[in-house]
């Protein structure tokens, strides 16, 4: 089945979506933890507080989160991407950082 535009006929169809996702985004834009890290320090310096990669990941999805609940089933994509930044958040959890440098 073609899950393009949320025609999901089951929970697993939206996971290999979100899964799809993280690797279109990843040849588009590098791997989403080297990303996430960036995105960390950012938010760091700006608010001036430090905010750690996991953080941007669960903050990502909440947004996707707050658009469902203003657009619903009208947002097929912000459950794909709910699900990819939390897949991403498990992951980071685990990370080991010393190997990355930003």
Known sequence: MDTAGGNWSSARELLNEAADTIADRGAT?????????????????????EIEPMDV????????????????KHS??????????IAQAG???VKDW?????
Do not use: N
């Not at 590098?30 to 608010?47: A, E, N, P, Q, V």
């Not at 097929?76 to 930044?85: G, H, L, R, V």
């Not at 010393?98 to 930003?102: Q, R, V």
């Open 29 to 49: 834009y590098g791997h989403y933890d080297l990303t996430m890290l960036r995105t960390s320090k950012l938010w760091s310096s700006y608010l001036e507080r």
């Open 98 to 102: 010393d190997d990355l440098d930003a």
């Open 57 to 72: 990941a669960i903050c990502m999805a909440l947004l996707k989160v707050a658009r469902i609940m203003e657009a619903g």
């Open 91 to 93: 992951h980071i959890a």
């Open 76 to 85: 097929p994509d912000s459950f794909t991407d709910a699900c990819a930044y």
